[in-house]
């Protein structure tokens, strides 16, 4: 039940989020919608900030599953991005309200992962210090976020497939590339 209940009200946010900007969703709303109670709520999440840092985590790991090697970076990051446009409302709310870096960070922390599973991959067989993999890492999540983040500001005009086509121009080979200048 645990998952179901937190599914739940990720369910009933995203809901609200279609005509709700987040900053007047409460509690109430999401619980009412659910028909579960307040302490439902508070068994599973601390605050509505916690409930959007979850709903967002799921949402962009679910897109990245599966595709955590370079040959398939760009598809997870394409998926990244229709996962944002199908969720254009969830996103485009959240990110103008005083809950766009709980969105920034939790997006950051799965794209973090994701990449650095990558880079770990590309880096088999190279000694390459942890502090310079997780540089690697840390560049490319920040990179990626500006893009998805400037793609969002600007209303999610330009289609994703060119972002990452683009994207894919600029990063071929960079990552071994990286990791080779790094090796002891």
């Given at each position: 039940m645990g998952k179901n209940t937190k599914q739940q009200l990720s369910d009933a946010l995203v809901t609200q989020l279609q005509r709700t900007p987040v900053d007047k969703i409460t509690i109430k709303s999401i619980v009412d919608?659910?028909?579960?109670?307040?302490?439902?709520?508070?068994?599973?999440?601390?605050?509505?900030?916690e409930l959007v840092e979850w709903t967002a985590r799921e949402a962009t790991a679910e897109s990245l599953k599966n595709v955590a090697d370079y040959d398939n970076w760009q598809h997870g990051f394409y998926n990244v991005m229709m996962t944002i446009k199908a969720?254009?409302?969830?996103?485009?709310?959240?990110?103008?309200?005083?809950?766009?870096?709980?969105?920034?960070?939790y997006i950051y922390t799965v794209l973090y992962q994701y990449i650095l599973a990558v880079v770990e991959r590309q880096a088999v067989g190279m000694h390459v210090a942890q502090n310079h993999k997780?540089?690697?890492?840390?560049?490319?999540?920040l990179a990626f976020i500006a893009l998805i983040f400037e793609?969002?500001?600007?209303?999610?005009?330009?289609?994703?497939?060119?972002i990452v086509e683009q994207t894919g121009v600029l990063v071929q080979g960079d990552f071994q590339k990286a990791l080779h200048k790094y090796a002891e």
């Open positions: 919608a659910c028909d579960l109670t307040r302490q439902t709520f508070y068994n599973h999440f601390s605050d509505i900030y969720n254009r409302y969830l996103v485009e709310n959240t990110y103008q309200s005083a809950y766009r870096d709980l969105l920034e960070k997780d540089f690697i890492a840390h560049f490319y999540s793609w969002v500001k600007d209303g999610l005009k330009d289609d994703p497939a060119d």
